[in-house]
């Protein structure tokens, strides 16, 4: 993934990008080092999301903003049965058909039902000092973005 990140970043002349692999429970950055840190489908595998989140707070500067996107569950219906029949039958059946790897694609519905959203996770962000966090529901909760700073 780092290649091909590497390759995209070459193509588009963007050079002041650098891609590197780390644990993000222990950054090779100083504190205060970022104005803004965004994650992407990316918290839910945190290995300790506290440790995780304290880290990003670390080496976020006072006032920098912390981005997340991640998955969620809707809480409406329709829209939360549909995706409970849509993650745990149809998106593994579709998953084996298409990579021969059902695995993979059960684990993104049980981890994505497992994970704390909404105001669970604005909760965890303000007990990891972050300054208050927001959630804004994207494609009927199916996926959230939320806001805080530092």
């Known amino acids: 993934m780092l290649a091909v990140a590497r390759e995209k970043a070459a193509s588009k002349n963007l050079q002041k990008i650098d891609f590197i692999k780390g644990d993000a429970e222990k950054m090779p950055f100083a504190d205060n080092s970022f104005d803004a840190i965004t994650v992407s489908f990316g918290v839910r595998n945190f290995q300790d999301l506290n440790k995780g989140l304290a880290e990003i707070h670390r080496i976020l500067k006072p006032g ?3 981005v997340i996107l991640e998955t969620s569950v809707p809480d409406q219906f329709p829209f939360n049965l549909g995706y409970k029949i849509y993650t745990r039958y149809i998106l593994p059946f579709l998953g084996k058909l298409l990579s021969k790897d059902k695995s993979a694609y059960t684990y993104l519905s ?4 497992a994970f704390p959203y909404g105001k669970k996770l604005e909760e965890i962000l303000s007990r ?5 966090p927001k959630t804004h529901k994207q ?3 199916i996926a959230s973005i939320y806001t805080s700073s530092k």
């Open 64 to 66: 920098g903003t912390f």
């Open 110 to 113: 049980e981890s994505a039902n």
């Open 128 to 132: 990891n000092n972050f300054i208050d």
């Open 139 to 141: 494609t009927f909760g």
